[in-house]
């Protein structure tokens, strides 16, 4: 129901001022200029999913605690993204301590899900942030 309300205001409406007609369907859209972090709330739903996901299977209140925290802050580091591209921190030190805590199970265990899964995805995102560091900045 939300996408049929959301989806026309998305592509009719998009644009980077604001809009107060104009709009084909006729409605109007504010729509900021900042670029939002997509690979990073899809990485915070993974995270939080596998933790909701360990706790439908196996009953793990740990597990349902790690994924929300963990997804909780690695939300969080993809709202500051949006907003600042250069504030990776907390991004940065979630996917890195995932990366460790992950990468410890996997190598004792052997098994890729969930432990590999996660600490593949984990590390991705430490490069992806580590390229963002490392970029120049751009001059306007």
Same mark, same amino acid.
Request: aromatic letters at 10%; one cysteine or more.
């Given at each position: *129901?939300?996408?049929? %309300?959301?989806? +026309?205001?998305?592509?009719?409406?998009?644009?980077?001022?604001?809009?107060?007609?104009?709009? +084909?369907?006729? *409605?109007? =859209?504010?729509?900021?200029?900042? !670029?939002?972090?997509?690979?990073?709330?899809?990485?915070?739903? %993974?995270?939080?999913?596998?933790g909701v996901i360990g706790y439908a299977k196996a009953k793990s209140v740990p597990s349902l605690a790690a994924g929300l925290l963990f997804g909780g802050? =690695? &939300?969080?580091?993809?709202?500051?993204?949006?907003?600042?591209?250069?504030?990776?921190?907390? !991004?940065?030190?979630? !996917? /890195?301590?995932?990366?460790?805590? *992950?990468?410890?199970?996997?190598?004792?265990?052997?098994?890729?899900?969930?432990? &590999?899964?996660?600490? /593949?995805?984990?590390?991705?995102?430490? &490069?992806?942030? /580590?390229?963002?560091?490392?970029?120049? +900045?751009?001059? !306007?």
């Amino acid at each position: *129901m939300f996408v049929y %309300l959301l989806l +026309p205001q998305l592509l009719f409406c998009n644009s980077s001022v604001s809009q107060l007609s104009g709009c +084909p369907l006729g *409605m109007s =859209a504010s729509v900021s200029n900042m !670029s939002v972090d997509w690979v990073g709330y899809g990485y915070a739903a %993974l995270i939080a999913s596998g933790g909701v996901i360990g706790y439908a299977k196996a009953k793990s209140v740990p597990s349902l605690a790690a994924g929300l925290l963990f997804g909780g802050l =690695a &939300g969080f580091g993809a709202y500051q993204i949006s907003n600042d591209p250069k504030n990776v921190w907390v !991004s940065l030190a979630t !996917s /890195g301590a995932l990366t460790g805590l *992950m990468g410890k199970r996997f190598y004792g265990s052997k098994k890729f899900m969930p432990a &590999g899964l996660m600490a /593949g995805a984990s590390l991705l995102m430490v &490069g992806k942030l /580590g390229m963002t560091l490392l970029q120049k +900045p751009q001059e !306007s």
